[in-house]
């Protein structure tokens, strides 16, 4: 009742429940409580919506923001301006070319591309390792924007830190989720990382890419 009063989604609630029922379980082995109080409470049914990829229009839509919006970060503004602008652009094509998760995009370093290569080797889920594809695209806007970056750090993603005297660094996961949100938020379209796995996967597939290929640049241990 009271999650409900908070407004909760059956999935938190849900979970709530397999906690306790858990938690409950563990005090019955235990033998410090004689039955457990949850475990007649029914699981929750979850309604599943489709989870859905970008339009064709979208992605333009996305494309054409990134490409006019101009970028002011404070004091980094004023010498990192454009830069910041190529490297949102390249993060953009990156995630749409290859589907990678954003912890595999920002753990990749700029000597795996600095020749215009048109596959990679990253780490992925588990550890794997897998290729990844950058079409040309993405390809053009990495040289772009490592022709407009002055620093030698090894990373190609690169944020800077202003409370340290802008030093570059390794950008964040949260700060790749950021960006994503706020041009969606600016092209009013729901946009985070992982609709870019979706989006890569559907195109691949309309392009008659085999499913099982599919699998393996998505680096899905299940077909399923």
């Known amino acids: 009742?009271?999650?409900?009063?908070k407004k909760l989604s059956d999935i938190t609630i849900d979970n709530q429940r397999r906690y306790l029922n858990s938690f409950?379980?563990?005090?019955?082995?235990e033998e410090i409580i004689k039955r457990n109080p949850v475990k007649k409470i029914d699981k929750i049914k979850i309604t599943r919506k489709q989870?859905?990829?970008f339009s064709e229009y979208e992605i333009e839509k996305m494309r054409n923001?990134?490409?006019?919006q101009k970028t002011y970060c404070g004091k980094i503004s004023k010498k990192h301006s454009k830069e910041i602008k190529l490297r949102n652009i390249a993060i953009f094509e990156t995630l749409l070319s290859t589907g990678a998760r954003v912890t595999e995009l920002v753990n990749i370093n700029r000597v795996q591309v600095d020749k215009g290569q048109d596959e990679l080797v990253i780490l992925g889920k588990?550890?794997?390792?897998?290729?990844?594809y950058l079409n040309v695209k993405a390809r053009i806007a990495i040289q772009n924007y490592l022709k407009e970056r002055t620093d030698s750090d090894d990373c190609?993603?690169?944020?800077?830190?202003?409370f340290n005297g802008c030093l570059p660094h390794r950008i964040s996961q949260a700060g790749v989720e950021e960006i994503i949100r706020k041009l969606g938020k600016r092209c009013k379209i729901?946009?985070?990382p992982h609709k870019?796995?979706?989006?890569?996967?559907t195109f691949g597939a309309k392009k008659g890419i085999p499913i099982e290929q599919i699998q393996k640049m998505l680096g899905h241990a299940s077909l399923n």
């Open 126 to 132: 588990g550890r794997k390792e897998r290729k990844i």
């Open 65 to 68: 923001s990134l490409l006019v």
């Open 24 to 29: 409950f379980d563990w005090c019955l082995g």
């Open 196 to 201: 870019f796995r979706r989006t890569a996967a």
């Open 51 to 53: 989870k859905e990829a």
């Open 156 to 162: 190609l993603f690169v944020a800077y830190d202003p």
């Open 190 to 192: 729901e946009a985070y």
């Open 1 to 5: 009742a009271i999650s409900k009063k």
